[in-house]
């Protein structure tokens, strides 16, 4: 089992950053799919950003150009950086992790969010 914590959210004004973090318990998490979700109040949570144990990275594209994410195999953490926040950026993130060894249809482990609220 592996467990995920998120931190880093907060309020920030509108064209304001924030960086995430999302550190996971276990020694095999190089071999993981790292992910970043967001829902906000009222909408279906959505996929905001990958970084696949291959390498590859992948954005919508809402946010590309706008949102970086990291890894950190030695620290067991994958990083959201986010600038030029918007409102429409408010949410609560999640972190979530793919075990390809599971052969699941979905991400297998999920944090428990955080919140990040962006001010106009």
């Known amino acids: 089992q592996v467990q995920l914590v998120e931190s880093g959210g907060g309020v920030v004004q509108a064209g304001g950053s924030l960086r995430l973090s999302c550190a996971a318990s276990?020694?095999?998490?190089?071999?993981?799919?790292m992910a970043w979700f967001r829902q906000a109040p009222g909408k279906d949570r959505e996929f905001v950003a990958v970084?696949?144990?291959?390498?590859?990275?992948s954005y919508r594209d809402s946010v590309k150009g706008r949102f970086t994410i990291s890894r950190d195999n030695g620290k067991n953490t994958v990083y959201l950086q986010m600038n030029t926040l918007k409102p429409d950026d408010t949410a609560v993130y999640y972190c979530?992790?793919?075990?390809?060894?599971?052969?699941?249809?979905?991400?297998?482990?999920w944090g428990q969010g955080t919140q990040v609220t962006v001010s106009s």
């Open positions: 979530a992790a793919n075990d390809p060894k599971l052969a699941s249809r979905e991400y297998d482990y």
């Open positions: 970084f696949w144990r291959t390498g590859f990275t």
């Open positions: 276990g020694r095999t998490f190089s071999t993981y799919d």
